[in-house]
């Protein structure tokens, strides 16, 4: 797919939301290195989670989106605002993104080994354009670590109950592409008794060959080990999604998705594309954010346009209500979050809920 020219006005800076306290906390972490100021966040939420202060003051602070229920086979969505992945990469502040009104958390992405991803610095702010450029390379605790996590967290958090857990997974950077099902298979055997559901990653730009998993013979083969596994581990069936990037050429994106046997696409990952607006020599990475939201929607649209009878949740691209309600008119059944809540902070979450009930005519 050959890079779509943005319109001029996507280009502004990120306006921050929410309560005062919260904007100036926001805009004090955008003055860290980004890789620190995103720990930092993730430890204050993990904290917050944990002390009753925390728990009493996020949900008055932060009105979570208003009602807004969705069945996709087995599972009820309570509204359609989700967390995507690569914000909570290793379940550390599970409870906390719980108090902030999410529909859906998805966390990851996790390997089955532990890995420390690409060298630092890899990940670098471009506040000019609302965008955010990563290379981590999935860093990962490993699948038994996390797993620990989920499980104590499913000790107040049951199966099916709000937020519902996505669990992203991953092969790890030194498996060969044609054992690449055998890591995530590996993966879903120790992940898939804690998750409502599972998220097959195949498109991140920075991890070597990743992208190459993007075709009919490597999915279905990792489909079908992800399954047979995460069943066997669980003792039922999860929905399986899979997340594919928003650089693939038109023609292969038609073959994939009329082929794919997935229970859901999320659409998009971040893209290696840079627009005029960004130096064509900038940082390496997978660019997300404002410059993506045109991408990620014109392939969403192809997809949709294509008779694809899946679900889509809206990945990329979204950072504001504006291109939330974009999206789900545009055939989307749920939206995420990531770059736009990193940039304008966790108020977003309210903001697109209520913009998104207000078009369904749900919100007084």
């Known amino acids: 797919m050959n890079p779509t020219p943005l319109a001029s006005e996507i280009y502004r800076p990120a ?18 290195p980004p890789e620190l100021a995103h720990h930092l966040a993730l430890a204050a939420l993990a904290l917050a989670g944990r002390v009753h202060l925390g728990r009493l003051l996020l949900p008055r602070l932060l009105p979570p989106p208003p009602p807004m229920p969705l069945q996709l086979g087995d599972l009820m969505f309570i509204n359609r605002v989700g967390l995507a992945a690569g914000y909570d990469k290793n379940a ?64 107040g958090h049951p199966l099916g109950t709000p937020p519902l857990l996505a669990v992203n997974i991953g092969k790890n950077k030194q498996t060969p592409l044609a054992e ?70 038109g023609d292969d994106l038609s073959i994939i998705v009329k082929q794919l046997c997935a229970d859901g696409l999320v659409l998009t990952n971040t893209t290696v594309a840079r627009p005029t607006e960004l130096d064509r020599g900038d940082q390496a990475g997978g660019l997300s954010g404002w410059p993506l939201a045109q991408r990620a929607l014109a392939v969403q649209s192809q997809v949709i346009n294509q008779g694809c009878n899946l679900p889509v949740i809206a990945s990329g691209g979204v950072v504001g209500p504006v291109q939330a309600v974009e999206r789900l008119r545009g055939g989307a059944s749920l939206v995420q979050l990531w770059t736009g809540l990193v940039l304008r902070g966790p108020a977003l979450i309210g903001l697109v809920g209520r913009a998104l009930a207000d078009v369904e005519g749900q919100h007084d």
């Open 15 to 32: 306006p921050l939301a929410g309560p005062v306290l919260l904007r100036a906390l926001t805009l004090g972490l955008r003055l860290l």
């Open 92 to 155: 550390v502040a599970l409870e906390g993104l719980a108090l902030l009104g999410f529909g859906h958390i998805e966390v990851g992405t996790i390997t089955p080994q532990p890995q420390p991803g690409n060298q630092k610095p890899r990940v670098f702010r471009r506040l000019r354009q609302g965008a955010l450029i990563n290379r981590m390379g999935f860093p990962s605790l490993g699948a038994a670590v996390v797993a620990r996590r989920l499980q104590r967290y499913r000790l």
């Open 180 to 249: 690449a099902a055998s890591d995530y298979a590996l993966a879903a055997t120790q992940l898939a008794p804690y998750a409502d559901l599972l998220v097959i990653n195949v498109s991140s730009p920075n991890t070597p060959e990743l992208r190459a998993l993007q075709t009919p013979e490597h999915l279905a083969r990792i489909l079908q080990a992800t399954r047979v596994a995460a069943r066997t581990a669980a003792g039922r069936d999860l929905p399986v999604w899979v997340k594919l990037a928003p650089d693939l050429d």
